[in-house]
């Protein structure tokens, strides 16, 4: 299989997932209603924006009525990561 090298900015799949506080299939069902778009990568490994992930997360957190926002940014800023 061939590695990935991400790019700054940008999560992975399980990353994002992290971030949002969910599972990877609730990132797929949030790519499927329009509330998260692919920002690069594979079909089988798809990137998404950190900024994205960054609003989603808030927006999720203030619907729940959560007042604090963690940031993603730890994750995004690192140097590029690689998959394998």
């Known amino acids: ?5 991400i ?3 940008h999560l992975t ?6 971030v949002l ?4 299939g609730t990132v797929r069902q949030l790519v499927r ?4 778009t692919r920002a690069g990568g594979t ?3 798809p990137w998404y924006s950190a900024d994205e992930a ?3 997360a808030a927006n999720r957190r203030l ?4 007042s604090s926002v963690t940031s993603v940014y730890a994750c995004a800023q690192t140097p590029a990561l690689q998959t394998t």
Not at 1 to 5: D, H, K, L, T, V
Not at 21 to 24: C, E, K, Q, R
Not at 33 to 36: E, I, K, Q, V, Y
């Open 21 to 24: 506080g969910v599972d990877l």
């Open 1 to 5: 299989m061939e590695s990935q090298i």
């Open 13 to 18: 799949a399980h990353q994002t997932a992290r």
């Open 43 to 45: 079909p089988r490994q």
């Open 54 to 56: 960054a609003v989603l």
């Open 63 to 66: 619907t729940a009525g959560q």
């Open 7 to 9: 790019r700054p900015g």
């Open 33 to 36: 209603r329009g509330h998260l």
